[in-house]
Structures are given as C-alpha cells and as structure tokens.
C-alpha cells in the first residue's frame, strides 16, 4: 500500500532561518506530489506540485522553493524565512488512475 | 481556473441527526473529478468520497453521499447518523483529470457534532 511520510511534525524557526521540509512516498513510483499550506482557519493552498524528477510548478510567487531530487522525495526549502511563513504544510501524493490524494501528517511551522 | 466555493465557514448538528454541508465550483470542462476530504483535530487529510462528473450516479459511502448537480456545478455533502467522530473541517476538492493536474481545495466547513 502507499504511504507518504512528512517531517517534522513540528518545527520553530528564527526570521532569516533556512528551511528544509522533507517528504518521501512509499508504494508507488512516478508519484505527483504536492505542497500546500494551510493558515489557520483557512483552506489549503497550493504551493508547488511536481510530476517527476527535477520537475517543479509553483502556483504561489514566494519566498519557499521545492525540489524533487528523487523520484519518491520532494522537498520544500527556504533560504531565509519570514514570519508570514507560519502555517501548516502538508506534502500530498495524488494517484493518477484514481484521483484520490495521499496527505503526510503535516508539519507546523512556527517562525519567530 | 477552477475555483471551489464553500459557503458555509461552521456547522454544528446533533448527534445522529442529519447535516449537508454545500460545495460549488466553477469550471469549463466536462470531466472531472470532485472530492470530499475530511481533516480531523488530527490535522491528518482523509479521503471521504470521490464522484467523477461522467457519472450521473451520486456516490456513497456508508454514512456519507453525494448530491451531484453537474448543470448547476454543484456537489454536496450529506452525513447521515452522524457521530462525534464525524466532528472536522470538511474540504470539498477539484481536479480536472487524472496525470498531471493539480488538486484544488475550497476554504472549508467546520463541523461540530453535539452530543
């Protein structure tokens, strides 16, 4: 069966910090995955998503960028965080034959 | 752009009684595929149903259906008997097809089931 797997759960970050959020899918090979973030109270938005290797759209002009290294890893970066990068990120892995979309357990991202 | 609207921000119903949580969206296309997710205090995202728009059949999973109107690009929610463990935000989701597109979420419906 497939599995994504997302961490850290929870992460507290100083301005001008970089950061690395890493996720990784068991099961499947040539997964699309995906970034969102959710701010509290609010639905998800779309951060990037990638479908393949070294293949990334960004949907949201930011400070964070994504990478996919690997076919089964895509990770979220920033050089230097910003206080209005709070929120919570959820990596999502969505099958092609069904449509149905797999969510990590998300990070909570605390910029101070 | 696809664009999903969900009207309704919270909701609150009493145990087993019968909540419809609404959902419209705005799209060109002929096929595509709706969902309803479900993120409990968890923060964990669950599949609760999926309906293609080639089917003219609502979906229906256990306690959970659809109501379909794909003329009037509407797809609601209806949890029947509900329970406390039904208490979440519920997000209705796009996507045009299958391959290389991009998931779509509204705002959201926060449910609360009374005990």
């Known amino acids: 069966s497939q599995t994504i797997h997302q961490w850290p759960a929870t992460l507290v970050q100083p301005v001008g910090s970089p950061l690395s959020l890493e996720c990784t899918v068991e099961?499947?090979?040539?997964?699309?995955l995906y970034w969102y973030r959710q701010a509290a109270g609010r639905g998800l938005q779309l951060l990037f998503y990638?479908?393949?290797?070294?293949?990334i759209s960004s949907e949201v002009p930011q400070n964070l960028s994504a990478s996919r290294p690997q076919d089964r890893q895509f990770i979220l970066s920033s050089k230097k965080l910003l206080l209005s990068d709070s929120g919570f990120y959820l990596c999502?892995?969505?099958?092609?034959?069904?449509?149905?979309?797999?969510f990590g357990q998300g990070t909570r991202l605390t910029v101070v | 752009a696809q664009t999903v609207t969900q009207s309704q921000p919270e909701m609150s119903v009493q145990e087993a009684e019968t909540v419809t949580l609404s959902c419209t969206y705005d799209t060109s296309e002929n096929n595509y595929y709706l969902f309803w997710y479900k993120q409990p205090p968890s923060r964990q995202m669950i599949l609760v149903i999926r309906?293609?728009?080639?089917?003219?059949q609502n979906a229906t999973e256990n306690r959970f259906s659809v109501n379909f109107q794909k003329a009037a690009k509407s797809f609601s929610l209806k949890i029947s008997d509900s329970q406390l463990g039904d208490t979440a935000m519920y997000f209705c989701a796009f996507m045009k097809d299958f391959g290389n597109e991009k998931l779509t979420f509204g705002t959201g419906t926060r449910l609360t089931i009374i005990p």
């Open positions: 990638s479908v393949g290797i070294g293949q």
């Open positions: 309906q293609e728009a080639y089917k003219q």
């Open positions: 099961g499947t090979s040539n997964p699309n």
């Open positions: 999502a892995w969505i099958g092609v034959y069904r449509g149905e979309a797999f």
